[in-house]
């Protein structure tokens, strides 16, 4: 939860630009400096236990990961001179399709049976491998491509 507070508050290349606010090198220069630096954020992990656990152990590093990484490049960004402001967004007229929306309660559990059902079929069980296949092909007539 904590994770998609702090994802909701970072802004990406989509939504924002860099403006130059002082002296320093080129945009280009910056990123490129920041951006090699950036890697001494990242921290390992040693996980112990289920697959589950150590899967959702992984996914936690991984994003604590991205959350120091994004963090230090805006503050390194900053001190070369260039912050990062939100575009100007256009006006959205409000339409029923963008008020109404609700989630497919389908797609959770679906996931979660194939994820176990994938986990089970890299252990060597046959039927798992099956059921795999037949969970994908629910997943991608519920919109959900899993690459599979």
Same mark, same amino acid.
Request: aromatic share 6%; proline share 5%.
């Given at each position: 939860m904590?994770? +998609?507070?702090?994802?909701?508050?970072?802004?990406?290349?989509?939504?924002?630009?860099?403006?130059?606010?002082?002296?320093?090198?080129?945009?280009?220069?910056?990123?490129?400096q920041?951006?090699?630096?950036?890697?001494?954020?990242q921290?390992?992990?040693?996980?112990?236990?289920?697959?589950?656990?150590v899967?959702?152990?992984?996914?936690?590093?991984?994003l604590?990961?991205?959350?120091?990484?994004?963090?230090?490049?805006?503050?390194?960004?900053?001190?070369?001179?260039?912050?990062?402001?939100?575009?100007?967004?256009?006006?959205?007229?409000?339409?029923?399709? +963008?008020?109404?929306?609700?989630?497919?309660p389908?797609?959770?559990?679906?996931?979660m049976?194939?994820?176990?059902a994938n986990?089970?079929?890299?252990?060597?069980?046959?039927?798992?491998?099956?059921?795999?296949?037949?969970?994908?092909?629910?997943?991608?007539?519920?919109?959900?491509?899993?690459?599979?």
């Amino acid at each position: 939860m904590a994770a +998609t507070l702090a994802f909701a508050g970072c802004q990406t290349s989509a939504n924002s630009h860099w403006e130059q606010i002082g002296a320093g090198p080129t945009l280009e220069y910056a990123n490129a400096q920041c951006s090699i630096m950036s890697a001494s954020t990242q921290q390992g992990l040693v996980a112990l236990g289920s697959p589950s656990y150590v899967a959702g152990a992984q996914l936690g590093n991984a994003l604590g990961n991205a959350i120091r990484q994004a963090q230090f490049m805006k503050d390194c960004m900053v001190l070369q001179g260039w912050k990062q402001v939100p575009n100007a967004k256009p006006a959205v007229a409000k339409t029923a399709a +963008t008020t109404s929306f609700k989630p497919n309660p389908e797609i959770a559990p679906n996931m979660m049976a194939w994820s176990s059902a994938n986990n089970k079929c890299m252990a060597g069980d046959k039927d798992a491998c099956a059921r795999k296949v037949v969970l994908a092909a629910k997943l991608r007539t519920l919109g959900v491509d899993i690459g599979v």
